[in-house]
DNA sequence: TATAAATGTCAGTCAGTACTGACAATCACT
DNA sequence: AGTGATTGTCAGTACTGACTGACATTTATA
């Protein structure tokens, strides 16, 4: 009783379609399926979309979410390399969770889907080139060793989306770690690793 | 004309199934599309396999690679962080890249094709058991910073899996930084984060 | 050259699926 | 109650794709 109040039509067939092909891929869904997973008729998503394409489309520019990491990121940030790495871990995973199942369609049926890939990669790259500079920054103020600042944030990023993608399931695949004790261990192990 | 010698035509037809299905998908193939990449025909595709389904097992069968981990990994261990970690990082990108396509199978198709997920990611849980025993086995000998290991080997194992999967497609997706320069970079850091 | 095994051709079956049109039922609002 | 918009039903179209059978052709090998 609680998925279906306040939604309109077209809001309850583009939350199924993301639901479903995140699960089982774009080929792997019917119209039909999606149409009855919302609680509506086949006829009716053709009446909003006049495409399965188009529905998914149109679900992607409504659920994806595409908020500005600039400000926020370059406002909190106090050099201090264990506190902004934490900042940065737990803004990066919030990022990414709520992305989630567009990412998992975009990793999916990248072949299908041209352009989905790119744009939900956009602003992990953002992210990645504001803490290059970071990075960069720190090693002037001396608060940070000086070696290869792109390998270094490529680590710590990739590191967390390969966390991040290890969760996606919810079924745990590597390990029992829970995110959280994940994020304090691994920017503590970088911030000894990085700090002079 | 590297491609097609001293292949048989189910082996033909099995690469080209493996190389078709990571690209495209379980559904974004078609049957007539593997027999013509393979140069064969598409009955002669099942006069071989009988169905589309069974091609793919059969070829996830021959070249899936499943050798022992447990040998070479324990034989080479040093009890030197830095090489141990180096070492670790080399193999799992050996063992991912061999397997990378089954890999990016099993996750695209994973609803579609029950068991693939889980004989993908057999040898990488083995070796994340054999590196936190490590873990636990330094800090024994007072050679590492005790603190979590499952956490530690589990930041340690993601990141590499995320550095797996960035590259996975060619086109890397994060960073211009080499493979090679990660490796060396990220276990520098973890040798200096790890180490009392 | 003869013979068997492997492959190709081609026409076709059958099920699934995106998508449509005509009409009926329901809902929202006054 | 009445009216317009939204949704459902249902039959159907057009196409695709896995899979088959009959027969011809090629290839390998003795």
Do not use: C
């Not at 940065?88 to 989905?116: C, Q, V, W």
């Amino acid at each position: 009783m609680s998925s279906s109040k306040n939604l309109t039509s077209s809001e309850k067939l583009m939350i199924a379609a993301i639901d479903l092909i995140a699960e089982r891929g774009y080929n792997g869904v019917t119209t039909q399926e999606i149409a009855t997973a919302a609680g509506l008729s086949e006829k009716t998503l053709f009446r909003h979309f006049g495409s399965k394409r188009n529905l998914l489309e149109s679900a992607f520019d409504r659920f994806h979410y595409t908020e500005g990491l600039t400000k926020l990121f370059a406002e909190k940030i106090v050099w201090d390399l264990r506190e902004d790495l934490l900042l940065i871990s737990r803004t990066y995973h919030e990022m990414m969770n709520r992305n989630r199942k567009m990412i998992l369609i975009s990793i999916k049926d990248d072949a299908h889907l041209p352009g989905f890939r790119e744009r939900t990669q956009k602003h992990p790259r953002q992210l990645m080139v504001l803490f290059t500079d970071y990075f960069k920054e720190m090693g002037k103020k001396g608060k940070m060793i000086q070696a290869n600042p792109e390998a270094q944030a490529t680590a710590f990023m990739v590191m967390n989306f390969g966390a991040f993608l290890n969760d996606l399931d919810g079924t745990s695949n590597f390990s029992g770690v829970s995110l959280e004790a994940f994020i304090e261990e691994s920017v503590e192990v970088f911030a000894r690793g990085l700090t002079p």
